[in-house]
């Protein structure tokens, strides 16, 4: 059981380049996030997906694009990367259990944006 | 606008001290609040959360209070080791929707 893994760890782009992140879970979670993280701004919610088939912008979605592409999958693209997408970006799932929304992250990738 | 605020922003604890994390939030709608862990080069890791329907939540060393009046809530560590140091995020969530505080860096000198 791997849980939520993401890849690939670091990636440095140009601005102007292309990539997808990639994001699995292991869980049978319904749900998926993109989430960002900068120094003194915690995470800000990218775009999630509340079940398969279906995705909806979160905070700051602006430069990006995803795919759910089935249950385990939900992917990040950034079609023509600049330097403010430099970041840490985690992909988290999560399960509805009773009470709690818990969230499991992955372990997060680094891209430098030059 | 930050819906979540954290403070403070970093934290010194003697080893054996207690650290104490404030958070404030805005949107009432909220009906769950986590505090999560991150260590360096890792994901954030769910450390402990309530609802608002009590006002504290113990599980060994962390603590919660939750002031729900005040739209306030507390991460309080009993005991610091350093093994603690990481970075602490309070969050708010409902259905759909978790905001995240901007983190607190906390180190324990041992």
């Known amino acids: 059981n791997a849980g939520v893994t993401q890849t690939p760890k670091f990636q440095v782009l140009k601005t102007g380049q292309s990539m997808t992140l990639q994001c699995a879970q292991d869980?049978?979670?319904?749900?998926m996030y993109w989430y960002r993280q900068d120094p003194g701004m915690g995470l800000r919610l990218i775009y999630y997906s509340a079940s398969e088939g279906t995705t909806d912008k979160g905070e700051v979605p602006n430069g990006y694009n995803v795919s759910r592409l089935n249950k385990r999958e939900f992917s990040l693209r950034l079609e023509s990367a600049a330097p403010s997408q430099t970041s840490v970006y985690f992909c988290a799932s999560r399960v509805r259990d009773g009470f709690s929304y818990e969230q499991y992250f992955g372990p997060g990738t680094r891209l430098t944006v030059t | 606008q930050q819906q979540v605020k954290q403070s403070p922003q970093s934290l010194i604890v003697q080893k054996g001290g207690i650290s104490i994390i404030n958070c404030a939030y805005e949107n009432t709608a909220f009906d769950y609040f986590p505090w999560y862990q991150q260590f360096p080069g890792k994901g954030p890791a769910l450390l402990i959360a309530i609802r608002p329907d009590v006002s504290e939540k113990k599980e060994g060393r962390f603590t919660i209070s939750f002031n729900k009046s005040a739209k306030q809530f507390s991460l309080h560590i009993m005991d610091s080791q350093p093994g603690d140091s990481a970075t602490y995020f309070c969050?708010?969530?409902?259905?759909?929707?978790?905001?995240f505080g901007a983190g607190t860096r906390l180190t324990v000198k041992p």
């Open positions: 969050a708010a969530s409902s259905d759909n929707d978790m905001r």
């Open positions: 869980m049978n979670h319904n749900s």
